[in-house]
């Protein structure tokens, strides 16, 4: 008679553990699979978009806001056991890893690239300035650092080299920009778009 096999109850994609977080994730592969990644993260999306339409029904004291609050304190409680915001941008940098294809800095390098920018940054010494908004990884352009001066930036940040700051208050010269996780909304750290 063959011997039962012992299945292992999978860990939920949003609990942390010593395989997912940490230095050593971010150097090499990841624990969660990407349909996971994918699925968690859309769900934070879907969670953020209904909390700002109830957060309108409460705030305009609609006929339906008592409802509304309800729901609100149900929706906030779903966002608050997926992680909440750490929870959520832990998945999207899982999605941004080489073995899932990396950030959109690749498409962006090679576009650069097509467009001979690396030579004429070299031919007249100086280095194009990035303002990367929605950074993740601080060292996203370390490969192109003879020629990219990159200025990486998040609404919460996770990384002491990417400074914290609302691009919507942005000040200074203006550079190329590019974005990982462009903030569609100054009150709402969720709800950011894919790159184009």
Not at 26 to 38: D, E, L, M, V, Y
Not at 88 to 116: A, F, P, T
Not at 156 to 176: A, M, V
Request: hydrophobic share 30%.
């Amino acid at each position: 008679m063959p011997k039962a096999r012992k299945t292992k109850r999978k860990t939920p994609v949003t609990v942390a553990g010593p395989s997912t977080v940490g230095p050593s994730s971010q150097a090499g592969g990841t624990s969660s699979h990407p349909q996971a990644t994918r699925t968690v993260i859309r769900r934070f999306h879907v969670l953020i978009k209904r909390r700002s339409q109830l957060q309108n029904v409460v705030s305009a004291h609609a006929r339906n806001a008592s409802s509304a609050q309800i729901e609100l304190g149900t929706v906030e409680r779903e966002i608050e056991e997926l992680g909440g915001l750490e929870a959520y941008q832990h998945m999207s940098s899982i999605g941004q890893s080489s073995d899932r294809g990396g950030g959109s800095e690749k498409i962006l390098i090679g576009w650069l690239r097509e467009l001979q920018v690396p030579q004429t940054m070299k031919e007249k010494s100086c280095q194009l300035r990035l303002l990367e908004v929605g950074a993740l990884k601080p060292d996203n352009y370390s490969s192109c650092g003879g020629w990219i001066s990159v200025s990486p930036i998040d609404l919460h940040s996770r990384h002491p080299s990417i400074q914290e700051q609302d691009f919507l208050l942005h000040q200074g010269k203006p550079p190329s920009l590019t974005r990982d996780n462009y903030m569609l909304d100054p009150d709402n750290p969720y709800n950011r778009s894919r790159p184009s």
